[in-house]
């Protein structure tokens, strides 16, 4: 063999090693603590992340709510978490993220249906273009408002209960925050292009970002701790639904860097059960630990530019 081939494989399988250790493999978190008798809603509960989180969180006893549009499909994977897991504490319910009269109307549902609601996770997220009803850009009403609607909708029955139970809640978002600031008029301009999308869906995971921190700031005279976490790039069924020309965009770096869904979500069930988490309290957590956030997302300003109109297009009062 020659020293050039010699060097050649030795890389091969160098960078090998790495790919399929690094970049497709992420950190697992171990831990066998129950959650029997804890009760936790999780939106896109149906699907990819949230299916599988909800799936563990029932194996642990938890009584488990999954949230999205399409109950038919919820319930499906409800009886399949059920026969799984052998526990029967799973319940699908029908909300809109994208509708917010469908949001107060599942909030109401479930605060007089569910006595308890010790985990929230707001899981749900989307890519796809478009407007909505009230004029606003789809992926940030489904990403953003209609999970901070949903969210503050349900905070008094958190407060109330986190006297006797500590509460934890918790958003998906990304890493993508790093490389954008938030801008009020892509709220409600439609994105005209894949690339563009593209950073809109990156500006709604700083929103939530922002979202988090704040509500920790508000809540000190709460045990109500909040987390955004980063799942990491997750081959998942929702690309499957997108059209051709965004999995042409979107395929290359999900095949080449896309993970297991098992990997994707250790780092939620990091934040939902780990004890030395609430330190960090409105803080960021990214493979199994938490990261300092960047100067830009904790700018006082642009946090209560966005929360005040979060508030005025939600119609919450402030
Ligand atoms: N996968 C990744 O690489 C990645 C990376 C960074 C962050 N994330 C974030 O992680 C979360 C989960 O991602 P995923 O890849 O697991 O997603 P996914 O497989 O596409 O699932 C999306 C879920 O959201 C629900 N949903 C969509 N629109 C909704 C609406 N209007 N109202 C209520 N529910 C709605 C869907 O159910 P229905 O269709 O029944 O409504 C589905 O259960 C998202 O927030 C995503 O932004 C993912």
């Known amino acids: 063999m020659s020293f050039k081939l010699l060097v050649s494989a030795v890389i091969a399988v160098v960078v090998g090693y790495y790919w399929l250790n690094y970049v497709k493999r992420g950190p697992i978190y171990e ?12 939106t896109g509960g149906n ?20 949230a999205s549009r399409n109950l038919k499909k919820s319930n499906k994977v409800k009886d399949e978490i059920i026969k799984e897991s052998g526990n029967h504490e799973v319940r ?14 599942f909030a109401k549902e479930f605060d007089e249906s569910e006595k308890y609601l010790d ?6 997220g ?3 273009e478009g407007m909505t009803k009230y004029g606003l850009n789809r992926i940030f009403v489904v990403n953003y408002f209609g999970p901070f609607l949903l969210t503050n909708l349900l905070l008094d ?3 109330k209960q986190s006297a006797k139970r500590p509460v934890r809640i918790i958003n998906l978002t990304s890493e993508g925050y790093k490389f954008v600031e938030f801008a009020e008029s892509d709220i409600s301009r439609e994105p005209s292009g894949l690339v ?12 939530n970002i922002y979202f988090i921190y704040d509500l920790n700031n508000k809540l000190n005279d709460y045990d109500i701790t909040t987390y955004s976490v980063n799942p990491g790039t997750v081959n998942t069924e929702g690309f499957d639904n997108l059209s051709f020309e965004w999995k042409l965009w979107i395929y290359p770096p999900v095949l080449l860097f896309g993970r297991n869904v098992h990997y994707g979500y250790q780092t939620t069930l990091y934040t939902l059960l780990d004890d030395s988490v609430a330190q960090h309290s409105g803080g960021f957590f990214n493979g199994c630990s938490h990261e300092e956030l960047l100067p830009h997302a904790t700018n006082e300003s642009a946090i209560l530019s966005l929360m005040r109109k979060s508030l005025e297009v939600t119609g919450l009062s402030p």
Do not use: C, H, P, W
């Open 196 to 207: 563009e999308a593209s950073m809109v869906y990156l500006k709604t995971n700083l929103a």
């Open 126 to 128: 989307i890519l796809l």
């Open 119 to 124: 985990y929230l996770i707001n899981n749900a």
């Open 92 to 105: 699908a319910m029908q909300v809109d993220l994208e509708d917010f009269d469908s949001v107060r109307k």
């Open 31 to 42: 831990s066998d603590k129950k959650l029997n008798g804890k009760t936790v809603l999780i």
């Open 157 to 159: 029955k958190m407060k």
């Open 47 to 66: 699907s990819g992340i949230g299916k599988a989180t909800a799936m563990d969180l029932a194996k642990r006893g938890a009584r488990v709510v999954i």
